[in-house]
């Protein structure tokens, strides 16, 4: 438990209406949007919402002083346990500061503050044509902070990329207070160690991330949808190289299986046709609808050359709104069907997408588990997830030895644990697994470099 | 009949915020967590809240019974909810069970409660405030009645133009069977603050079908929204009986036409009153939805902008939103506000319990309006109208707040 005048300290600077202890609202910032179950609460022992940089740094000088947890959060809805103070402590909630402090449009850059939700900020940009890509599925209530700290993807990273490489430059606060700027508008930039890099995807366990500096590229002009429709997973998957090869780039490549697309019609009370297995839908855009249009063509060929059965073109904005948001709902539909989810985020270089949803299938089998299969097919990244009832003890048994083994099944075919949940604590026990020893040693060495005292959203990662 | 025990309210709770997969979209929704911030106001919250209290995590103290009440049962998280939790329905069930376990609602909910109840004390407190403020509900209505200047005739007098001033209404062309009764419901808050509404009503359903004048009770939403569900039963049963022989139920008040079409769902695993209750819900109409449902045409065409605001009960609880815009662009110019479905946290007595929280969600609403420019903002609940009068008078008369009864 936190000392009393310790609290008062922290009260002086945040206000009392930002540094919160009663039971009730701990236990509302116990939580984030991953499966590690609700109780019992990881509470943390104050929830402080700060306004300032100058205040984070000032309430970080009273926690390494007396050695106080502290785990940084966004708006809690990450998918690993990042957020959550698993050694209670401070719930350091950065939410208050929504500043966008400059736009850039000469150098195209936009800066922001931590607590600044994306789509706000995309939407800023968007007003003046400039263009802000990374849009991870939670982009509505995400915050900048958070995506830069978990280095969060999208579905727009097989044409744009992810959270990083639209990083150039943040402001940081150390353990110790100190107040860290890195990074910059210059584009080459070799001076240093790539500190930006570094603290990006560090998961709040290196530093605070109070403002990032963000790249911005013009917006594209028009966008279209498409949605097509295949026998089999590895029809759709083959469709993907195949376009990829002829530089047809999409910006979004979304792949769907049929327990995905069950979970969908059932969802919204509508009839599949009983020989469709995969979907996947795409997003183009371009200069024009001449452009789209070619496009659009180019990947009806390449579709029907590897067996589509259906091929449709969203009509307006309305249809097209329609499909994304089939798609950005999938990941609650899917958890609809059971207790319990265990949604998962392996990475794999592209051509082994078919492979290892294979090797899903044949662990689904052994364990005698459903997992539905959906995610980024452009850029490997996919997201199984295990429908379960983790109060049934046997099963639950059975549901972790199928984690482990599709982990096993990602790296066996030169993936990764994670493509952008990152690890938190959901995958900690992995990571010995996918980073080898020399990997974990190095990750502590760096750590114990920026966080000497360990107090950094202690718990995490490893 | 099937007396709901105290275990299955927190069960039901239990079962529909279970799916809750904390995914966070309801946040930017939730108008209380935009205007408060804090985990506790949201959705999300609010959902784990219940569930933790349903197994254990956390007691049933009185901040959590304050937590469950921040809440404007507005349904616009239920509405984006990936999940389809209804946060509404839990927090109406965990109220309930928090209110029975300390032996019944506060004093001020009962005092309500009770008013409403009464068909007797609704009708004195018409036209008069004297009741109320004894009650201490003099806090409803900022301007003691609804201001004369917002009546029909006003509206008319000032916007109707020159061709329609002075003139008859005319009637309107709509043939409706001589054999559908049609019955007026007349709710508390139309009655009690709004007559004059209330009696446009009753005109424009006279010029569809000869309407039944029933003298019916409070629709019992308070009553269940507080924690008062003995009292909401016992209402809706007198309400059923009532309205027995009407084949379409007319009410101009979003909330007591959702309550009066939800009352089916309550009758569930009751014998005796399921069929009735079923088949006096199906019966239920908003004023909008069967005024478009005759082809009615509005008595008159005006040169004036309106703008219109979505009530909670309206367009999430009964799914009407089309039809008193299309009633709306028929009588004169019609702008779309910014997020005019978004709660204006009247929510019964919400803004009398947190005024704060209310004005900062009202004056939004009121900067959404002003940028329509419209002279008129309509909308179809006393609950709202109550609110939105408190936006005009901030806005300094920039528009006039109206029942949709007093323009088209």
Redesign the interface.
């Known amino acids: 438990m936190m000392r009393e005048e310790i609290k008062k300290k922290i009260r002086d600077i945040v206000g009392p209406e930002n540094a919160l202890d009663s039971n009730l609202e701990r236990f509302t910032y116990s939580y984030d949007a991953s499966f590690i179950p609700l109780l019992p609460a990881n509470e943390p022992d104050l929830v402080v919402r700060p306004l300032t940089t100058e205040e984070v740094s000032k309430l970080m000088v009273i926690a390494y002083e007396h050695e106080i947890p502290v785990t940084p959060r966004g708006i809690a809805s990450g998918r690993t346990g990042g957020s959550i103070p698993l050694k209670g402590g401070i719930s350091l909630s950065l939410d208050r500061m929504t500043k966008i402090l400059e736009l850039d449009e000469k150098n195209m850059m936009v800066t922001a503050e931590a607590g600044v939700r994306t789509f706000d900020l995309y939407n800023y940009c968007a007003a003046k044509g400039l263009f802000y890509p990374p849009d991870p599925a939670s982009w509505k209530f995400s915050t900048i902070g958070g995506n830069v700290a978990e280095n969060a993807g999208g579905m727009r990273a097989v044409k744009y990329g992810v959270t990083s490489n639209y990083v150039m430059g943040l402001e940081v606060v150390l353990a110790d207070g100190t107040v860290l700027q890195t990074g910059g508008k210059a584009i080459k930039n070799v001076t240093g160690y790539d500190l930006v890099s570094l603290f990006t995807g560090s998961e709040g366990t290196l530093g605070i991330i109070t403002k990032a500096l963000l790249k911005l590229i013009p917006m594209p002009k028009k966008r279209g949808t498409l949605q097509i429709m295949f026998r089999t997973l590895d029809d759709g998957c083959m469709t993907i190289h195949k376009m990829l090869q002829s530089n047809i780039v999409p910006a979004t490549a979304e792949i769907m299986d049929k327990t995905c697309l069950d979970a969908v019609a059932r969802h919204r009370k509508m009839d599949l046709a009983p020989a469709i297995g995969a979907s996947i839908v795409i997003e183009i855009d371009g200069e024009d609808d001449k452009a789209l249009e070619a496009q659009a063509k180019q990947i009806e060929a390449v579709a029907k050359e590897c067996g589509s059965i259906e091929f449709r073109i969203a009509q307006s904005q309305q249809e097209s709104d329609e499909l994304w948001a089939i798609r950005r709902g999938l990941s609650a539909a899917v958890a609809g069907l059971a207790p319990n989810r265990l949604g998962e985020d392996i990475s794999v270089p592209r051509d082994a997408l078919p492979e290892v949803v294979r090797r899903i299938r044949s662990v689904a089998e052994k364990y005698k588990l459903t997992i539905a299969v959906y995610g980024h097919a452009g850029d490997g990244n996919l997201h199984p997830s295990v429908l379960c009832d983790l109060s049934n003890h046997e099963e639950a048994e059975r549901v972790h030895q199928a984690v482990e083994e599709i982990f096993k099944a990602a790296l066996a075919v030169g993936g990764t644990l994670s493509g952008e949940h990152g690890i938190g604590i959901t995958k900690r026990p992995y990571i010995t697994l996918a980073l080898g020893e020399a990997g974990v040693k190095t990750l502590k060495a760096v750590k114990q470099a920026l966080d000497p005292k360990g107090i950094l959203n202690p718990g995490k990662i490893w | 009949m099937h007396k709901t025990t105290d275990n299955e309210l927190l069960q039901d709770a239990k079962k529909n915020v279970?799916?809750c997969?904390?995914?966070?979209?309801c946040?930017?929704i939730c108008p209380l967590f935009e205007a408060k911030?804090?985990?506790?106001s949201s959705a999300r919250?609010k959902n784990?809240?219940a569930?933790?209290l349903a197994?254990?995590?956390?007691?049933p103290?009185p901040?959590?019974l304050a937590?469950v009440n921040f809440c404007l049962l507005c349904r616009a998280c239920v509405e984006t909810?990936?999940?389809?939790i209804k946060t509404d329905e839990a927090m109406i069930n965990v109220r309930q069970y928090l209110i029975n376990r300390a032996g019944g609602p506060s004093v001020k909910y009962k005092a309500i409660g009770g008013f409403l109840k009464s068909r007797g004390m609704v009708k004195i407190a018409a036209g008069t405030l004297s009741i109320l403020r004894k009650l201490g509900l003099n806090s409803v209505f900022p301007d003691g009645m609804v201001p004369e200047e917002y009546t029909r005739a006003h509206f008319l007098a000032a916007f109707a133009g020159p061709a329609a001033l002075g003139q008859k209404v005319l009637p309107s062309d709509v043939a409706v069977t001589a054999t559908t009764k049609v019955a007026y419901f007349k709710g508390c808050g139309m009655r009690m603050m709004f007559p004059k509404a209330s009696a446009e009503t009753l005109k424009i359903l006279k010029t569809t079908a000869r309407v039944m004048l029933k003298n019916n009770v409070c629709c019992g939403m308070p009553h269940l929204a507080h924690g008062l569900r003995d009292e909401f039963l016992a209402l809706a049963k007198k309400n059923i009986r009532l309205y027995e022989d009407a084949e379409v139920v007319v009410c101009d008040c979003a909330s007591c036409g959702g309550a009066l079409k939800h009352i089916a769902s309550y009758f569930n695993e009751d014998p005796e009153w399921k069929d009735q209750a079923a088949a006096f819900s199906r019966k239920v109409m908003d004023l909008t939805e069967y005024l478009v449902k005759v082809g009615y045409t509005p008595r008159q065409k005006v040169d004036t902008t309106f703008t219109y605001h979505d009530p909670c009960h309206l367009v999430r609880g009964q799914g009407i939103k089309k039809q008193p815009r299309d009633l709306l662009k028929a009588t004169g110019k019609f702008v779309e506000m910014k997020e005019a479905d978004t709660c204006c946290a009247g929510a019964g007595t919400f803004h009398m319990d947190y005024p704060d929280i209310s004005s900062k969600i009202i004056e939004k609403k009121r900067q959404n309006i002003e940028g329509t420019g419209a002279a008129i903002v309509v909308t179809g609940c006393p609950g709202c109208l109550i609110q939105l009068t408190k936006a005009a008078k901030a806005s300094g008369g920039k528009f006039k707040p109206m029942h949709i009864s007093q323009v088209i």
């Open positions: 279970s799916q997969d904390r995914c966070g979209t946040l930017p911030g804090v985990e506790t919250g784990t809240i569930r933790a197994e254990g995590g956390l007691e103290t901040d959590v937590a909810c990936p999940s389809k």
